[in-house]
């Protein structure tokens, strides 16, 4: 089991090569515009749990997941060969819909700063 900040360090490293690899080698028209918010990453390593957003939101979910899971493959096999571990984690993806809750309170405190 890797400390704390190991841990902490393989999962920014495998959110920063996720990104650069959704924009630079992703061909699917599913996985445009979409951002990759977290990683978490059990501590034996068995799961990574990746939580994704787009520009349009909770609109394409659906459609985004189920291409990320499609190209899951790929991208294990890409990350692997990227970040160095004995074994590297399964992915899971998950929808996040911190941005779209900010979004609807950055709305309603817009709308009580106008009443004032």
Do not use: C, Y
């Not at 994704?52 to 939101?57: I, L, M, W």
């Not at 899971?69 to 996040?96: C, I, M, N, T, Y």
């Amino acid at each position: 089991m890797p400390s704390g900040i190991r841990l902490h360090r393989i999962q920014d490293r495998v959110r920063q090569e996720l990104s650069q690899m959704l924009i630079r080698e992703t061909n699917d028209p599913r996985l445009k515009n979409i951002f990759i918010n977290d990683v978490k990453i059990d501590k034996e390593l068995a799961f990574a749990h990746i939580f994704v957003s787009a520009v349009e939101g909770a609109s394409r979910s659906t459609e985004i997941l189920e291409g990320l899971e499609s190209a899951s493959g790929f991208f294990r096999l890409a990350l692997a060969a990227r970040v160095e571990l004995r074994a590297f984690p399964r992915l899971k993806f998950h929808w996040d819909p911190t941005p779209e809750n900010a979004d609807h309170i950055e709305k309603v405190l817009a709308g009580l700063r106008e009443k004032k």
